[in-house]
């Protein structure tokens, strides 16, 4: 039996629920329906507007250059610097005292507010140090740190010169690092002696000492002093507070071109080698902050957002970093964990800081449904208008559990699909126009081109399910793979001709909205059905005893793969004899009896990297009963001792 296109990934899961924006915020929302109007009359003339809400020292000549795909060139011979545009301009425009960033230690108590004028202060003195260093526009820079404000400096000072960062996870192994130095051959390393993590210091300088002695490319390694342990130190390193402390106040920002590169970043990697990720500077900016304006809403003046993601995530840069301070945003940089000192810490500082709008993760919101509703129930959340979530499909349940306890009901969820690779949010909703269905991304944002299609290519009609592509080139688009090339035009731009390839499932409602369905190597093959991970796990999470789950397909001599799932119950939930049957019922019930699991396995935890996704290939690994594969990229290795020895009890 062989599906037909059409039903490529299944299409089974069906969620009626629809959320009309709050009448006051599409009153007052920064962009309306007739964004998709315009953009879709006129896609380059749209994309033109938004590069005009940055300031270029010199104009372009020419929109886009699409004359040699996949090869993109954005506002072809306009000039800008990005750092200029998040920070001078803002100083200039008078409003140096605005706070830019709210920054929360992870040690209660430990706190600094940053104001606009005080973070180009900083970030002119890195990029004077930086040149001192002897870095020169081109050169790339890794940069190595726990969530402090200088890591965003350290980006910034990076842009300001022209010098291209790669920004590696704090955390990830020596192998991880030194791979990633080597791979892009950085000239500076800038990193702290350690963070803080779960209520204790924890050290970065000995993986960096060990990285360094194995990258001939690295000069010099600048050292934050976060914790004040002890550290080793050698003829390369600078300790940050004398180089940066010691330079100078000024420094006048130079033009660069605007594809001039500004990051490398290697993707998450939860398959094969890491790709560099190269992206550069007009476009990048241009996305980025347009994109952070239209689908936050953000007022600049009276709101304060909060992006909870880790620096060393793309969702770090383009939310983080360029996309809010390019707004003039304030916003809250949090260094910890959300269970550091208790379960509600998330919530003490939407609190304290009267956060408007949240961008979280999937896996973040989960968690905290497990944990229960009673812990945000005692805090005053009152401020939120606006909640994102980003990283991976968000289930209905946790979408409505995530509107319901933490937007009290009554905030907009804008839920957006995007990659290291796009730069940028490509699908969402708007908060101001869109009536928001629990579980769908929904519409490609105002001048992009997303459509999703069959194994021919062709678009599949409303009811459809296929893979998700981009038809037409988008100014935040990746430029390369950093030093290959042939694998940049092979992994995106081959599968489908004249299209970018995702890697994403998807399909299509008979709105024609999108809904995402997972990695497309992750999808199972049931009896000669194309099942979605998502679909299974997300009738999972539907039962009121589940939390998050994670599903695989298991080689299966019957059926080819049996679906095999993970399961982590909320926190009340008892496990009983009879539940397993249950959760299998249900999701049979839910999706229909194709999708009915061969397995449940209740686990206290899931294997996740650093950004939060499920890493389901490692779950595939023991499911099937193989060992391990490459877990550099892993958040803690010990889950899988747990997981697996759990799955020898169940045989
Ligand atoms: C920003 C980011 C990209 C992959 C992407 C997809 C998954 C991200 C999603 C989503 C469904 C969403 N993904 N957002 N899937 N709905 N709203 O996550 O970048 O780390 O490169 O991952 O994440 O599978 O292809 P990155």
């Given at each position: 039996m062989t599906d037909t296109p059409q039903e490529t990934l299944a299409n089974l899961l069906t969620e009626t629920r629809r959320f009309d924006p709050p009448p006051a915020l599409a009153a007052t929302a920064n962009v309306t329906a007739a964004a998709y109007e315009q953009a879709a009359a006129d896609r380059l003339g749209f994309w033109e507007q938004a590069a005009r809400r940055l300031h270029w020292g010199t104009d372009w000549e020419q929109t886009l250059d699409w004359t040699n795909p996949p090869f993109a060139k954005w506002f072809v011979g306009g000039e800008l610097n990005v750092a200029y545009n998040c920070l001078d301009r803002h100083i200039e425009a008078g409003n140096g005292d605005r706070v830019a960033i709210y920054w929360e230690g992870e040690p209660a108590g430990d706190e600094r507010v940053i104001t606009y004028a005080e973070l180009l202060t900083e970030v002119k003195k890195a990029a004077n140090a930086l040149t001192d260093l002897g870095v020169v526009a081109g050169d790339r820079v890794a940069i190595y740190m726990p969530m402090i404000p200088e890591a965003a400096v350290a980006m910034l000072a990076c842009a300001r010169i022209g010098a291209t960062h790669s920004v590696v996870f704090g955390g990830f192994s020596v192998d991880a690092l030194s791979g990633r130095i080597n791979d892009a051959t950085a000239k500076v390393v800038i990193t702290a002696d350690g963070g803080y993590r779960r209520g204790k210091p924890s050290a970065l300088k000995p993986t960096v000492d060990e990285s360094v002695?194995?990258?001939?490319?690295?000069?010099?390694?600048?050292?934050?002093?976060?914790?004040?342990?002890?550290v080793a130190w050698t003829d390369k390193d600078?300790?940050?507070?004398?180089?940066?402390?010691?330079?100078?106040?000024?420094?006048?920002?130079?033009?660069?071109?605007?594809?001039?590169?500004?990051?490398?970043?290697?993707?998450?990697?939860?398959?094969?080698?890491?790709?560099?990720?190269?992206h550069t500077s007009g476009g990048y900016l241009t996305q980025a902050s347009y994109t952070h304006h239209a689908v936050f809403d953000l007022k600049p003046e009276t709101d304060v957002y909060w992006c909870t993601a880790d620096i060393g995530w793309v969702t770090g840069h383009s939310y983080i970093v360029y996309g809010p301070l390019s707004n003039g945003a304030t916003q809250v940089m949090y260094e910890g964990t959300p269970d550091t000192p208790h379960r509600g810490r998330f919530w003490e500082i939407v609190q304290k800081y009267k956060v408007t709008l949240l961008y979280t993760a999937p896996t973040a919101i989960r968690t905290f449904a497990k944990w229960g509703d009673d812990i945000p129930a005692q805090f005053d959340l009152s401020s939120l208008r606006v909640l994102g979530s980003v990283g991976e499909p968000i289930n209905p349940e946790a979408w409505i559990w995530y509107r319901d306890n933490i937007g009290g009901g009554k905030t907009p969820i804008v839920d957006t699909w995007w990659q290291t690779e796009t730069g940028s949010m490509m699908i969402s909703p708007l908060p101001g126009v869109t009536s928001t269905k629990p579980g769908s991304a929904q519409r490609p944002l105002p001048g992009i081109a997303a459509d999703v299609v069959d194994d021919e290519g062709k678009s599949v009609p409303n009811g459809g399910g296929g893979y998700l592509v981009l038809r037409e080139p988008w100014p935040s688009m990746l430029r390369g793979i950093w030093g290959d090339e042939q694998r940049f035009i092979e992994t995106y731009w081959s599968r489908f001709d004249g299209m970018y390839f995702a890697g994403d499932g998807a399909k299509r409602d008979d709105d024609g909205d999108i809904w995402l369905l997972g990695r497309v190597d992750d999808v199972m093959l049931v009896?000669?059905?194309?099942?979605?991970?998502?679909?299974?796990?997300?009738?999972?999470?539907?039962?009121?005893?589940?939390?998050?789950?994670?599903?695989?397909?298991?080689?299966?001599?019957?059926?080819?793969?049996?679906?095999?799932a993970f399961v982590i119950l909320v926190g009340s939930a008892e496990p009983d004899d009879n539940l397993t049957t249950e959760l299998r019922n249900h999701v049979a019930h839910t999706l229909g009896p194709i999708a009915k699991p061969r397995q449940i396995m209740l686990v206290p935890e899931l294997p996740k990297t650093r950004s939060g996704k499920i890493m389901r290939r490692l779950l595939r690994d023991v499911a099937e009963q193989r060992s391990l594969g490459d877990v550099t990229t892993l958040q803690d290795s010990a889950v899988m001792e747990l997981i697996a020895s759990g799955m020898k009890t169940a045989k």
């Amino acid at each position: 039996m062989t599906d037909t296109p059409q039903e490529t990934l299944a299409n089974l899961l069906t969620e009626t629920r629809r959320f009309d924006p709050p009448p006051a915020l599409a009153a007052t929302a920064n962009v309306t329906a007739a964004a998709y109007e315009q953009a879709a009359a006129d896609r380059l003339g749209f994309w033109e507007q938004a590069a005009r809400r940055l300031h270029w020292g010199t104009d372009w000549e020419q929109t886009l250059d699409w004359t040699n795909p996949p090869f993109a060139k954005w506002f072809v011979g306009g000039e800008l610097n990005v750092a200029y545009n998040c920070l001078d301009r803002h100083i200039e425009a008078g409003n140096g005292d605005r706070v830019a960033i709210y920054w929360e230690g992870e040690p209660a108590g430990d706190e600094r507010v940053i104001t606009y004028a005080e973070l180009l202060t900083e970030v002119k003195k890195a990029a004077n140090a930086l040149t001192d260093l002897g870095v020169v526009a081109g050169d790339r820079v890794a940069i190595y740190m726990p969530m402090i404000p200088e890591a965003a400096v350290a980006m910034l000072a990076c842009a300001r010169i022209g010098a291209t960062h790669s920004v590696v996870f704090g955390g990830f192994s020596v192998d991880a690092l030194s791979g990633r130095i080597n791979d892009a051959t950085a000239k500076v390393v800038i990193t702290a002696d350690g963070g803080y993590r779960r209520g204790k210091p924890s050290a970065l300088k000995p993986t960096v000492d060990e990285s360094v002695a194995l990258c001939p490319s690295v000069e010099k390694v600048l050292v934050v002093r976060r914790t004040g342990e002890d550290v080793a130190w050698t003829d390369k390193d600078v300790w940050w507070h004398d180089a940066v402390g010691s330079a100078s106040e000024d420094h006048e920002a130079q033009n660069f071109g605007a594809e001039h590169p500004l990051f490398i970043l290697y993707t998450s990697g939860t398959t094969a080698k890491p790709k560099g990720i190269l992206h550069t500077s007009g476009g990048y900016l241009t996305q980025a902050s347009y994109t952070h304006h239209a689908v936050f809403d953000l007022k600049p003046e009276t709101d304060v957002y909060w992006c909870t993601a880790d620096i060393g995530w793309v969702t770090g840069h383009s939310y983080i970093v360029y996309g809010p301070l390019s707004n003039g945003a304030t916003q809250v940089m949090y260094e910890g964990t959300p269970d550091t000192p208790h379960r509600g810490r998330f919530w003490e500082i939407v609190q304290k800081y009267k956060v408007t709008l949240l961008y979280t993760a999937p896996t973040a919101i989960r968690t905290f449904a497990k944990w229960g509703d009673d812990i945000p129930a005692q805090f005053d959340l009152s401020s939120l208008r606006v909640l994102g979530s980003v990283g991976e499909p968000i289930n209905p349940e946790a979408w409505i559990w995530y509107r319901d306890n933490i937007g009290g009901g009554k905030t907009p969820i804008v839920d957006t699909w995007w990659q290291t690779e796009t730069g940028s949010m490509m699908i969402s909703p708007l908060p101001g126009v869109t009536s928001t269905k629990p579980g769908s991304a929904q519409r490609p944002l105002p001048g992009i081109a997303a459509d999703v299609v069959d194994d021919e290519g062709k678009s599949v009609p409303n009811g459809g399910g296929g893979y998700l592509v981009l038809r037409e080139p988008w100014p935040s688009m990746l430029r390369g793979i950093w030093g290959d090339e042939q694998r940049f035009i092979e992994t995106y731009w081959s599968r489908f001709d004249g299209m970018y390839f995702a890697g994403d499932g998807a399909k299509r409602d008979d709105d024609g909205d999108i809904w995402l369905l997972g990695r497309v190597d992750d999808v199972m093959l049931v009896s000669g059905h194309n099942i979605s991970t998502t679909e299974v796990e997300s009738a999972l999470v539907s039962h009121p005893k589940v939390a998050e789950s994670a599903v695989v397909g298991a080689t299966d001599p019957i059926t080819g793969q049996g679906i095999v799932a993970f399961v982590i119950l909320v926190g009340s939930a008892e496990p009983d004899d009879n539940l397993t049957t249950e959760l299998r019922n249900h999701v049979a019930h839910t999706l229909g009896p194709i999708a009915k699991p061969r397995q449940i396995m209740l686990v206290p935890e899931l294997p996740k990297t650093r950004s939060g996704k499920i890493m389901r290939r490692l779950l595939r690994d023991v499911a099937e009963q193989r060992s391990l594969g490459d877990v550099t990229t892993l958040q803690d290795s010990a889950v899988m001792e747990l997981i697996a020895s759990g799955m020898k009890t169940a045989k």
